[in-house]
């Protein structure tokens, strides 16, 4: 049986995979659980619920309230918020569980549901597993005075935006920027941080309804903020995806600055106000040959981690790191946060293009994209790749054949019979034919129907 939660809670289509009564029977299994761990000893528990928002997060944020508050749980409704919210706020207010109704990026059908427990941390994968085995089991219930009370938390909102500008190191007086809010749950909470921090804001994607989360606006859709930033004349432009967990960035000219061109903004700008820890940043092995050779000619540090926003969090934690990220704009600052926070990277870029006077795309130039080729060889048996004599020589001469001048990476998929082949070089049609070379070798040496019968 497959694992219930994935690499970020759980997901799936809202109503068929994730149901109120799913939500209802994790919440009070997360409680449980939570208890038995001595989280909850010798008080009263207090739990913190967020979602985007989407449709489905009205029944499922029910669900998980009831299923709370149902096992002692006092309960504090947050509404809609982000999920760097929820995770602040939990930190924040010293409440013991925290729970965010979202599917981040994913169309509005899906939903899902994370925890985080005290001090606003993603709960490891014991205490995960722990959660799904003890859901729909017997339990005492509590009556009485003993439930949880339910109240709405009136100032969820006004804490948040408020951390989000005091961390700033330079305000955004004078600076035009255009914030795209996936019609998600940034939309309200964006604007103000931005206008609160000084800067002239044009807003789009801001108007959610529900129904249209992530629908050709935000980080996975950045037309809209292109054409926006230029016809506005805007300094630049961010967009969060639809739980603002990450951000990507336009320039002036209506350019396109990925999570690693902005990892490289702010580690320069950190360590230049000595808040780069060990002049270190953590990057996944997806990051581009660019990124890590600019952060090379500055003297920064670049440690590589497996690729998901767990990976980078864990190696920040374990190494002490302040600064670390994915290029798809998750970035996470840990003296300001515990998680990855959309808003929190765009406000901090925007602090840093006021500060210095320069242009976003005159910042982002500090490191050249190489131009990158990514294709999936499906139907293959990818827990040989590591292992086929045939499949690693075409990677060795791959290496020899780019030298310095690129790389080559190949990754299995975690849920799929799918091999990833990636490969970056000077020249994009060079990048093209090396990878177009690698995945036949993959599909023949390591193809399903080639692999003999058991007998």
Known sequence: MARLFGTDGVRGVANRDITAELALDLSVAAAHVLAEQGAFEGHRPRAIVGRDPRASGEFLGAATVAGLASAGVDVLDAGVLPTPAIAFLVADMGTDLGAMLSASHNPMPDNGIKFFARGGHKLPDAIEDAIE????????????????????????????????????????????????????????????????????VTEIGCEPDGCNINEGYGSTHLENLQRAVVEHGADFGFAVDGDADRCLAVDGAGRVVDGDQIMAVLALSMREHHALADATLVATVMSNLGMLQAMEREGIVVRQTAVGDRYVLEGMRKGGYSLGGEQSGHVIMLEHGTTGDGLLTGLMLASRVAESGRSLEDLASVMVRLPQVMINVSGVDKLRVDEDPEVQGAVREAEEDLGDHGRVLLRKSGTEPLVRVMVEADDAGRAQAVAEHLAGVVRVHLSLENQPLDV
């Open 133 to 200: 085995a003890r859901m729909g089991e017997g339990w005492n219930r509590p009556t009485g005075t003993r439930v949880g009370r339910v109240l709405p938390l009136a100032d969820g909102a006004d804490r948040y935006v408020e951390h989000l500008v005091s961390a700033l190191p330079h305000r955004l007086d004078g600076l035009h920027v255009v914030f795209d809010g996936a019609h998600g749950a940034a939309s309200v909470v964006g604007p103000r941080a931005l206008t609160e921090a000084g800067a002239r």
